[in-house]
T-cell receptor, first 117, second 114 residues
Framework: GENVEQHPSTLSVQEGDSAVIKCTYSDSASNYFPWYKQELGKRPQLIIDIRSNVGEKKDQRIAVTLNKTAKHFSLHITETQPEDSAVYFCAASMSFISNFGNEKLTFGTGTRLTIIP | DTAVSQTPKYLVTQMGNDKSIKCEQNLGHDTMYWYKQDSKKFLKIMFSYNNKELIINETVPNRFSPKSPDKAHLNLHINSLELGDSAVYFC?????????????FGPGTRLTVT
């Protein structure tokens, strides 16, 4: 099955600096890579995702890059703000057109990001 | 309007008891999931249902029995609770059909077994 590794497990950055979180996956058939943000005591929420036919995607201060050959993808947050403090999870999944409901997300182990004011 | 809701939010019970968690989504999605998040924050899928049919059943003890009465509801019943079952259980939903859509998570149910 799929295995997703995520680094670092904790990350502290000064407000205004950039943060980078990296993930690797094992199954070359995976084609969908979402990133979820989980604030303390809250539900995970999707912040950005990328599909395997795209190398980079950007949404305001966050961007995700994907290297299919190396099987790794990264989350970049620029101009960090205190409200970016949370646990971030990467995930990988395969899309099965004929097998509805089998879109199993395999999550990384999470990165606790702390923004220092 | 709450997209994915779960009840109860907190559940404290003793070892050996049986308990249920309920989940409802009003997004019109056809697929629902149960995830377990342990004390180290690791998120792992347990089950998925598509239109009331069980699709994913990870290696979960058969003390855990999901039930989907319709595609908007997915319940989780746990028999003979053990200390190791203490975790936060998240329900999620998505719309399948040829590509992967966002999975929307519920607020979670914190289960504590004493």
């Amino acid at each position: 099955g799929e295995n997703v590794e995520q680094h670092p497990s904790t990350l502290s950055v000064q407000e205004g600096d950039s943060a980078v979180i990296k993930c690797t996956y094992s199954d070359s058939a995976s084609n969908y890579f979402p990133w979820y943000k989980q604030e303390l005591g809250k539900r995970p929420q999707l912040i950005i995702d990328i599909r395997s036919n795209v190398g980079e995607k950007k949404d305001q201060r966050i961007a995700v890059t994907l290297n299919k050959t190396a099987k790794h993808f990264s989350l970049h947050i620029t101009e960090t703000q205190p409200e970016d403090s949370a646990v971030y999870f990467c995930a990988a999944s395969m899309s099965f057109i004929s097998n509805f409901g089998n879109e199993k997300l395999t999550f990384g182990t999470g990165t606790r990001l702390t923004i220092i004011p | 309007d709450t997209a994915v809701s779960q009840t109860p939010k907190y559940l404290v019970t003793q070892m050996g008891n049986d308990k249920s968690i309920k989940c409802e989504q009003n997004l019109g999605h056809d697929t629902m999931y149960w995830y377990k998040q342990d004390s180290k924050k690791f998120l792992k899928i347990m089950f998925s249902y598509n239109n009331k049919e069980l699709i994913i059943n990870e290696t979960v003890p058969n003390r855990f029995s999901p039930k989907s009465p319709d595609k908007a509801h997915l319940n989780l019943h746990i028999n003979s609770l053990e200390l190791g079952d203490s975790a936060v259980y998240f329900c999620a939903s998505s719309q399948s059909g040829g590509s992967i859509y966002e999975q929307y998570f519920g607020p979670g149910t914190r289960l504590t077994v004493t």
